[in-house]
């Protein structure tokens, strides 16, 4: 069973930075595509990042390029994102997901989600 474990959300101002892990486990992370994608309240699901099995390419939203970072370490079978120069429109539920393909928008294996909140 495909389970995954976010962690690392919060309470942020503009401009800060926040970094987000994902535990996984059920399945070989190593060999699989990774991504986070998020919910803003009262919005559907956005994708933000993908990263290939190995870390061998990464490709980003454009409202994530520059700011946010996507990453992993397969020994510890965690995925990353490091989140940059938050803004208040960065508001979200974030997720974990292991997709099937890329930019999937509503992945149905992912977590169950990290709280990002950017406010003064």
């Known amino acids: 069973e495909v389970q995954l474990v976010e962690s690392g959300g919060g309470l942020v101002q503009p401009g800060g930075s926040l970094r987000l892990s994902c535990t996984a486990s059920?399945?070989?992370?190593?060999?699989?595509?990774m991504s986070w994608v998020r919910q803003a309240p009262g919005k559907g699901f956005e994708w933000i990042s993908d990263?290939?099995?190995?870390?061998?390419?990464?490709f980003y939203a454009d409202s994530a390029k520059g700011r946010f970072t996507i990453s992993r370490d397969d020994a510890k079978n965690t995925l990353y994102l490091q989140l940059n120069s938050l803004k208040i429109e960065d508001t979200a539920m974030y997720y974990c997901?292991?997709?099937?393909?890329?930019?999937?928008?509503?992945?149905?294996?992912r977590g169950q989600g990290t709280q990002v909140t950017v406010s003064s």
């Open positions: 997901a292991k997709p099937e393909s890329f930019r999937i928008i509503n992945p149905p294996q």
């Open positions: 059920g399945f070989t992370f190593r060999n699989s595509i």
């Open positions: 990263i290939t099995p190995r870390g061998g390419a990464t």
